[in-house]
């Protein structure tokens, strides 16, 4: 649930989520010793190994010396026989998206309630022996560098530019150069938790043999991305008959000359149909919940109907929400959009606002909208929503 915005939390060490985001959001790194008071590690080392060797994983392994060249990079799904091969120092392994399926990472996600849940990312996980790092670099968006395990030394650099030089004819974007910020170099311990906003250099080495870090990232979409998604979602609206007009065309001097004119209304034509709030606000929803990986939530094989959705509510059962979907809601003049792994569906604002949430999908929800009895059918039957048994079957 949301956090009130004055009230102190230990997560944010002492500081209000207020003043969090005034300060430091975005702005400059926090450092917080105990975010999480005797924090208890939700993977094992192994079991984080065991997921790179799963199929559909993203995992990497990062060597600092590998056996064909430096800082050698190499991708998942990997086997024993990898493992096997690595020496006991300086190398990484990576797995993304943890949260989508290991339940009690997932729920490390409603700590940061504080920031919008359309804009959470996914948790990354890693773990590193001696010497394990994956260079001095930046990154494109917020991150919050919790230590689960073991000790990593962090140490920070300034905010770089997209400029910034990197070291050629390597697998990684690592800075050429890297200068310390005195006073931010620091050992992380079990609990203690980084937050860098983005394009801060950093430099992360394990210090120990059992180091585990986890990373909540954040989503940041390019301009470049998101400009070329809302163009295609907004091209697919407009009609046949909206084209390039000129019916106030002169004569020009040079037959082969593009004018100002002809400049000013194609920028004309194409800022008004762009320039729509409505479809903005519609094709914004769908796109920052896209699943990270579409093809995990998968359809049921037979639909389930509104009316034994409603008879397994009432009989006391819930649903809970597929590890790895993602809600969000828009409201404007009274009309709600629910928008759920990058589709928008219409219903009332207090079920799009329960669904957004992490609230119990319980039969209490059934009361929110005329239609949701349909509506949470229809988003089990498409994989977004599991009956709560079926969830506890998957996680075994």
Known sequence: MPHEPNTPLSLLGGLSTADFLRDYWQKKPLLIR???????????AEELAGLACEEGVEARLVEEHGPDKVWQVSHGPFDETTFARLGEQDWTLLVQAVDHYVPDVAALMEHFSFIPRWRLDDIMISYAPPGGNVGPHVDN??????????????QLGGLQDEDAPLIEGIDLRILRRFEVTPDQDW??????????????????????????????????????EMVTSFADFRG???RDDQRY???????QPHEGEIGPEALARARELILSTLDNPAALAAWFGRYMTQPRYPGQLA???TPLGAEALTAWLEEG??????????????TDRGISTLFIDGDGLSCTEELARALASSTPIDQTLLTLDPQAAALLAGLVTRGSLLLEDESEEDDD
């Open 34 to 44: 105990g975010a999480y008071p005797d924090f208890d590690n939700p993977l094992s």
């Open 141 to 154: 968006y917020d991150v919050f560098l919790l230590q689960a395990s073991g000790q990593r030394r962090w």
């Open 187 to 224: 050992v992380l311990e079990p609990g203690d938790m980084l937050y860098l906003p983005p394009r801060l250099a950093h430099h992360g080495v394990s210090m120990s043999s059992d180091c585990m870090t986890i990373s909540v990232g954040f989503r940041a979409p390019s301009a470049d």
């Open 236 to 238: 697919e609206q407009l």
């Open 245 to 251: 007009k000129d019916p106030d065309l002169t004569p």
């Open 299 to 301: 359809e049921a094989d």
């Open 317 to 330: 059962g819930e649903l809970v929400r597929a590890l790895g979907s993602r809600f969000a809601y828009h």
